[in-house]
């Protein structure tokens, strides 16, 4: 075939295979290759075409007649491709390197990389080895070989940090903890003018050790560019303009010539100019930032902090908003539909989960959504069963594993609930919230010891949960060791996002009251009784635990207007209308004893009970 034919041809393999007509170009590519006497050129479009048709066993028969699977990378990762649709770990393993290969730096000296490849500057492709180690770690991953499988996503971050599946792999598969997420971030060599990708690594991490920087890092994302800020005075644009990055060498620069020209004029001051124009203070220029404020992977970053702070409505407002603009988004469904589960939005739920189950019936956000719902509704049987199709779809999805074993906790299951804990633990080791319900249920079923260490060991790895420490405060008080109940319970508060409590952390309050009150810190535990009430009005158990407090303080008629209080909410509560009775009759034999005193009525002040030393839980 005369050259400008071939040409012709070969122009049209490849408009077919953008047109996504992959038969077609499957068709003409094999013609391509008979035609050049199998070029491997041709051979390798021929493959790429029966890839994108999902004709893998065809794929990896036509390259394997070949011999440039030895001598050419790119032959050898399409097939070890075909060779994971085709769920053929092993075989794939043995084409990329050997199956006990363990160091990515020898592999990289055996892979017979294309020419050119390390002349290409970074962030114009994604490494040919970066995509190798992406390729083990996955497989390593489908064969639960986890320690081998993150050994290969950090290869492959490391050989590539723009290699944002390897990210996704280790990061949004928990397969780290916060602070090894971190480090390996802050490690990553990436180029200063595309230092959003850093950034946005950082806000997509953990936010549990980033509670003082996650802010300055969603505002760097968020803020607009030089470009994008409106128009200024020609000395504000000249400032301006000299930033071209947030800390960039300009900036630096900058700086310095600040420091050597000495103090400048206060803020409060008008510069020179603005004295000769008789104009007022300009206000300064917003720092540069990345101009990514409307994009939608960082309104999710934005939408988890507030999640992760307890603000729900917030971050509800703020994913509904942006799933009005792409219902689809992936990545925003998750935390909507939590912290839509957490304000009750039953109503949100069922129509969200009827059109995704409608439209997308094999993604495991679907019925995801659907066990939410039920979940709502304290229909735990049928929220669990929902919840059990969501992982068997994509066991990778870690917000249903965790779902699956609350639903069969809320029922009181906890061999059920610990199973699902358990193999959310290990299919996700950087993820501290199956150990966290799985000490809740050792606590439940009396277990103690076990409780402890599986808290422990969350605390280990997210120190700064504040419910780790709440439950280690619940399991010391439990043990009567009163000093570290307060020691833990006071951390939880000190470490509560937002620096407040809200009325979910009602509870720690409360728990943190009744250990003062054994250590006879009255005035505290009901400082901590009136802060819960203020969270929680209207609680029972609180009410009657501030006038228990009040009771043993000798201050009967306050211990009595509690008590009242808390019979008047929950009449069948046997132990206040005790300690009421209790409480009424030493008021009046303290009465009496006032009388005889001196005539007259006074405070109550007659010893306490000794019977009184039983403390509620």
């Known amino acids: 075939m005369e050259g400008g034919a071939a040409q012709s041809l070969r122009s049209l393999v490849h408009d077919c295979l953008a047109k996504h007509m992959y038969d077609a170009a499957a068709f003409y590519a094999d013609k391509m290759v008979s035609l050049s006497g199998y070029s491997p050129a041709e051979v390798y479009t021929l493959a790429q075409a029966f890839y994108c048709a999902r004709q893998f066993r065809r794929c990896l028969q036509l390259l394997r007649g070949t011999e440039l699977i030895e001598k050419d990378v790119r032959f050898r990762f399409l097939?070890?491709?075909?060779?994971?649709?085709?769920?053929?770990?092993?075989?794939?393993?043995?084409?990329?390197?050997?199956?006990?290969?363990?160091?990515?730096?020898?592999?990289?000296?055996?892979?017979?990389?294309?020419?050119?490849?390390?002349?290409?500057?970074?962030?114009?492709?994604?490494?040919?080895?970066?995509?190798?180690?992406?390729?083990?770690?996955?497989?390593?991953?489908?064969?639960d070989n986890f320690p081998r499988a993150i050994t290969w996503y950090r290869a492959a971050l490391r050989a590539d940090p723009f290699n944002v599946e390897a990210f996704q792999a280790l990061v949004g598969g928990h397969k780290l903890s916060n602070a090894e997420e971190l480090e390996l971030v802050r490690s990553l060599d990436i180029p200063q003018q595309q230092g959003w990708l850093r950034d946005l690594y950082l806000a997509r991490c953990k936010k549990y050790e980033q509670t003082h920087s996650i802010e300055g890092t969603l505002a760097a994302l968020e803020g607009e560019t030089p470009a994008q800020q409106p128009q200024r005075q020609p000395h504000q644009q000249a400032a301006a303009t000299a930033v071209q990055t947030p800390g960039g060498a300009a900036y630096q620069q900058q700086q310095a010539q600040q420091a050597q020209q000495?103090?400048?004029?206060?803020?409060?001051?008008?510069?020179?100019?603005?004295?000769?124009?008789?104009?007022?203070?300009?206000?300064?220029?917003?720092?540069?930032?990345?101009?990514?404020?409307d994009n939608l992977d960082v309104l999710a970053c934005r939408a988890e902090w507030l999640y992760h702070r307890g603000a729900y409505a917030e971050c509800y407002a703020l994913t509904s908003a942006a799933l009005e603009r792409d219902p689809y988004a992936t990545e925003?469904?998750?935390?909507?539909?939590?912290?839509?589960?957490?304000?009750k939005k039953k109503t949100e739920l069922f129509a969200r989960g009827h059109k995704l189950v409608e439209e997308h019936p094999d993604r495991a956000v679907s019925w995801f959504a659907v066990g939410c719902y039920y979940m709502c509704s304290q229909q735990y049987e049928q929220a669990r069963r929902y919840f059990g199709k969501a992982t068997a779809l994509d066991r990778g999805?870690?917000?249903?594993?965790?779902?699956?074993?609350?639903?069969?906790?809320?029922?009181?299951?906890?061999?059920?609930?610990?199973?699902?804990?358990?193999?959310?633990?290990?299919?996700?080791?950087?993820?501290?919230?199956?150990?966290?319900?799985?000490?809740?249920?050792?606590?439940?079923?009396?277990?103690?010891?076990?409780?402890?260490?599986?808290?422990?060991?969350?605390?280990?790895?997210?120190?700064?949960?504040?419910?780790?420490?709440?439950?280690?405060?619940?399991l010391a008080y439990r043990s009567r060791d009163y000093e570290g109940a307060a020691r833990w319970l006071r951390q939880a508060l000190e470490q509560l996002p937002g620096g407040r409590p809200t009325a979910g952390w009602e509870p720690t309050l409360v728990n943190l009251g009744h250990t003062l009150r054994k250590l006879r810190q009255w005035d505290a535990a009901i400082d901590c009784y009136r802060q819960a009430l203020g969270l929680k009005p209207g609680q029972p158990g609180t009410y009657s635990a501030l006038g228990y407090t009040f009771h043993l303080m000798g201050d009967f008629n306050a211990a009595i207007e509690h008590y009242h209080k808390a019979l008047g909410l929950r009449p069948e509560d046997v132990f206040t209308a005790e300690m009421l009775a209790e409480a009424m009759e030493e008021a009046s034999?303290?009465?009496e004893s006032d009388l005889r005193r001196d005539g007259s009525p006074g405070p109550g002040a007659a010893p306490m009970a000794s019977h009184l030393g039983f403390v509620p839980t």
Not at 129 to 135: G, K, M, P
Not at 268 to 293: F, V
Not at 332 to 343: D, M
């Open 79 to 143: 097939a070890a491709r075909c060779l994971v649709e085709c769920k053929e770990w092993e075989e794939c393993l043995a084409v990329l390197g050997g199956l006990d290969a363990e160091d990515p730096a020898a592999l990289a000296a055996t892979l017979p990389m294309p020419r050119g490849s390390d002349a290409r500057a970074p962030g114009t492709a994604i490494n040919y080895f970066s995509a190798v180690c992406l390729l083990r770690g996955r497989v390593h991953d489908a064969q």
């Open 589 to 591: 034999v303290a009465f």
């Open 397 to 474: 999805f870690a917000p249903a594993w965790v779902a699956f074993g609350h639903a069969f906790a809320a029922q009181d299951e906890s061999d059920q609930a610990m199973a699902a804990y358990r193999t959310a633990n290990r299919l996700f080791p950087g993820l501290h919230g199956p150990l966290m319900g799985m000490g809740m249920e050792y606590q439940r079923m009396n277990n103690q010891g076990l409780a402890e260490q599986c808290f422990s060991q969350a605390a280990k790895l997210c120190p700064s949960d504040p419910l780790a420490a709440n439950e280690l405060g619940v």
């Open 262 to 293: 000495g103090p400048q004029p206060m803020a409060l001051s008008p510069l020179p100019e603005e004295r000769a124009a008789g104009g007022g203070e300009q206000p300064p220029a917003a720092a540069p930032g990345w101009g990514l404020h």
């Open 332 to 343: 925003c469904l998750p935390v909507h539909l939590a912290s839509a589960l957490e304000l």
